[in-house]
């Protein structure tokens, strides 16, 4: 008895895409550029990241908004079957896809995502359907510029630190 209850705690805590092949809202962040070329050919997987091979996308639009020039995509995820990657070393960070994984997901806030937002990848781009491209206004362009660049002097400047907190840096 004591198994099926931990069993049904452990399901409750999951996120419900967890389960089968489900569609969910996803974004992508890139540039006006990027975003009419995927619009026109498809999402091309990455070929290497935190996660290994695949497309990267969030459920939380505020993760899509910290790349490119604030231009967004939604899409429809059909996510399949999705391994859990809630650690740095974890031992599938990048062998999930070869390991009959569909898709592999970094909850929020576990230590593995800068601002602890949450992460997707999946591995086939036939499973992501775009929906809507949002384009940047000229203003959150300039700004989402300012922000890469902000970001890129504080990474120069922690990359030149003693103290361990530059070890620490997640990207």
Known sequence: KRQVQTLHLRIASMPSFFFGGEKIKMYHGTTKENAQKIKSKGFMPSLDGMLG??????RDINKAKLHGD????VSEVSVGKVKRIDKQGHSMRKAWGSSGYDSAWVPPNCGMVRRGLEENCIRDPRRVKIIQVSLASSTEATAAAQGASNAAARARAASKS???SAE???L
């Open 168 to 170: 620490c840096l997640i």
């Open 70 to 73: 604030g231009t967004i995509i």
């Open 53 to 58: 091979k695949g497309v990267y996308l969030s």
């Open 162 to 164: 003693t103290s361990p």
